[in-house]
Antibody
Framework: QVQLVESGGGVVQPGRSLRLSCAAS????????MHWVRQAPGKGLEWVAV????????YYADSVKGRFTISRDNSKNTLYLQMNSLRAEDTAVYYC??????????????WGQGTLVTVSS | EIVLTQSPGTLSLSPGERATLSCRAS???????LAWYQQKPGQAPRLLIY???SRATGIPDRFSGSGSGTDFTLTISRLEPEDFAVYYC????????????FGQGTKLEIK
């Protein structure tokens, strides 16, 4: 079955960097677009970034554009989110999610359990 | 950027009742690219509805979606105890700009 396992979260100081990983299994990773979605404590969902199945296209929410970079290694079945210049408002649980189908439209059919990032001095 | 506004913020109902949740978009959502997700405390979201009215795999038929343009509705025909959760709508699409925004959520609580 589809499994997505995020890692790399933790406590980081403002202005520093952190890289999240998402290990995928149970499906052909290289065939699906992938997303990062975050949720601040007690708040709603915020879409962060998408990457096409082959890495050819990447798009970001305005709130992270220029600071975050989404990438993938299809040989390792792993999705990444490089987060630079972190701010307090980036504190959230970060979920990786897989497209419902092999066509990248934005519908997230499968989700990991999330990893918590806390930005604090 | 399309802004999605969900109402009500909180809905208090009893098991067995019918729930109607609304999602209004600031501009027309093309091709009814509107999805609904359910999230329970401490869990990841779960896809319920896509394409405004198509149920995702394994979703019970008491969940139904409807609407087009700027007004969309999620209906739960007869509430089960496990349906009490937070529900989010999301607009998506296959053309620029790729901004997959979510609504702020509706909390469905037991009355």
């Amino acid at each position: 079955q589809v499994q997505l396992v995020e890692s790399g979260g933790g406590v980081v100081q403002p202005g520093r960097s952190l890289r999240l990983s998402c290990a995928a299994s149970g499906f052909t990773f290289s065939s699906y677009g992938m997303h990062w979605v975050r949720q601040a404590p007690g708040k709603g969902l915020e879409w962060v970034a998408v990457i096409w199945y082959d890495g050819s296209n990447k798009y970001y929410a305005d709130s992270v554009k220029g600071r975050f970079t989404i990438s993938r290694d299809n040989s390792k079945n792993t999705l990444y989110l490089q987060m630079n210049s972190l701010r307090a408002e980036d504190t959230a649980v970060y979920y990786c999610a897989r497209e419902m189908t092999t066509v990248t439209t934005g519908v997230s059919g499968y989700w990991g359990q999330g990893t918590l990032v806390t930005v604090s001095s | 950027e399309i802004v999605l506004t969900q109402s009500p913020g909180t809905l208090s109902l009893s098991p067995g009742e019918r729930a109607t949740l609304s999602c209004r978009a600031s501009q027309s959502v093309s091709s009814s690219y509107l999805a609904w997700y359910q999230q329970k405390p401490g869990q990841a979201p779960r896809l319920l509805i896509y394409g405004a009215s198509s149920r995702a795999t394994g979703i019970p038929d008491r969940f139904s979606g409807s609407g087009s343009g700027t007004d969309f509705t999620l209906t739960i025909s007869r509430l089960e105890p496990e349906d009490f959760a937070v529900y989010y709508c999301q607009q998506y699409g296959s053309s620029l700009p790729y901004m997959y925004t979510f609504g702020q959520g509706t909390k469905l609580e037991i009355k």
